[in-house]
């Protein structure tokens, strides 16, 4: 497969914020094939690179202790090609800016913002580190998904600070969903959530991993720790389930249509 086409605006990357990395990495190579490379303590953290097959897929980062009871979490990254202006366009259509843009040596340059329904989503700006380099197979990121209570406001949101030319998927009380582009070249969904999900539950971005086979995917990584939060089922867009790993960080399962 070729490497995935990362236009600006679209989903590019997707890192893990855990408490225990070590914990993580064992999970995800047991589950997925997953390989990594630690970088640099004093240039890049120690943060972890993931690879399928040799191929550059994912990061893992050590939760700070500073961060309190801020749960283990994945976070996906948006493409910007200025990310000054993106910055200013989060603040200006109702986000909150968590992290100001932040030159990563030699790779590119980070932020990380709210947008205007609260959820916490990432910017990257593209040095040498140009996103992940597959995607859509099985053990990588499949799909990005935005579960948002102010469904109205968020797509305005992507559109506005990042460019999204959306497509209505659905428009009644029950399935209300958009799409960055459309139909095989869609790139990531907004969903109105407002109608399940808990009061406890913030809006959120989701990443699905292609899996061969949900089921039996599900029964491995229960095996190795993680929980069961959505059982797979069936939808027009393939079988799908929803877990959180053995420390608690959610991730999703949809069965790869190659498979």
Same mark, same amino acid.
């Given at each position: 497969m070729p490497k995935p086409d990362i236009t600006p605006g679209a989903p590019c990357w997707i890192d893990l914020m855990t408490s225990d990395p070590e914990k993580a990495k064992s999970f995800?190579?047991?589950?997925?094939?997953?390989?990594?490379?630690?970088?640099?303590?004093e240039v890049y953290g120690g943060y972890i690179t993931a690879s399928k097959d040799g191929k550059m897929v994912a990061g893992i980062m050590q939760k700070q202790e #500073?961060?309190?009871?801020?749960?283990?979490?994945?976070?996906?990254?948006?493409?910007? #090609?200025?990310?000054?202006?993106t910055t200013e366009a989060a603040t200006a259509n109702g986000g909150q800016?968590?992290?100001?843009?932040?030159?990563?040596?030699?790779?590119?340059?980070?932020?990380?913002?709210?947008?205007?329904?609260?959820?916490?989503?990432?910017?990257?700006?593209?040095?040498?580190?140009? %996103?992940?380099?597959?995607?859509?197979?099985?053990?990588?990121?499949?799909?990005?998904e935005l579960l948002t209570k102010d469904y109205t406001s968020a797509v305005s949101f992507y559109q506005n600070v990042f460019g999204w030319e959306t497509t209505v998927m659905g428009?009644?009380?029950?399935?209300r969903y958009s799409t960055l582009g459309?139909?095989? #070249?869609?790139?990531?969904?907004?969903?109105?959530?407002?109608?399940?999900?808990?009061?406890?539950?913030?809006?959120n971005w989701g990443v699905y991993f292609a899996v061969d086979k949900v089921d039996a995917s599900?029964?491995?990584?229960?095996?190795? %720790?993680?929980?069961?939060?959505?059982?797979?089922?069936?939808?027009?867009?393939?079988?799908?389930?929803?877990?959180t790993d053995p420390t608690g960080a959610v991730f999703k399962l949809i069965e790869n249509q190659a498979s």
């Open positions: 995800y190579n047991s589950l997925f094939g997953w390989t990594y490379e630690t970088g640099d303590q #500073d961060m309190g009871q801020m749960p283990d979490v994945w976070s996906t990254y948006l493409r910007t #090609d200025d990310i000054k202006a800016v968590y992290m100001e843009p932040m030159d990563v040596p030699e790779q590119g340059t980070m932020a990380m913002y709210a947008d205007s329904s609260g959820a916490a989503i990432g910017a990257w700006q593209f040095g040498a580190m140009k %996103g992940y380099e597959v995607a859509a197979e099985t053990g990588t990121p499949a799909w990005h428009d009644t009380p029950e399935f459309a139909g095989d #070249d869609a790139k990531a969904g907004i969903m109105d959530a407002s109608g399940f999900l808990p009061a406890e539950v913030p809006s599900i029964e491995q990584a229960v095996s190795l %720790g993680a929980n069961v939060i959505q059982p797979a089922e069936d939808t027009p867009y393939g079988r799908m389930a929803t877990l």
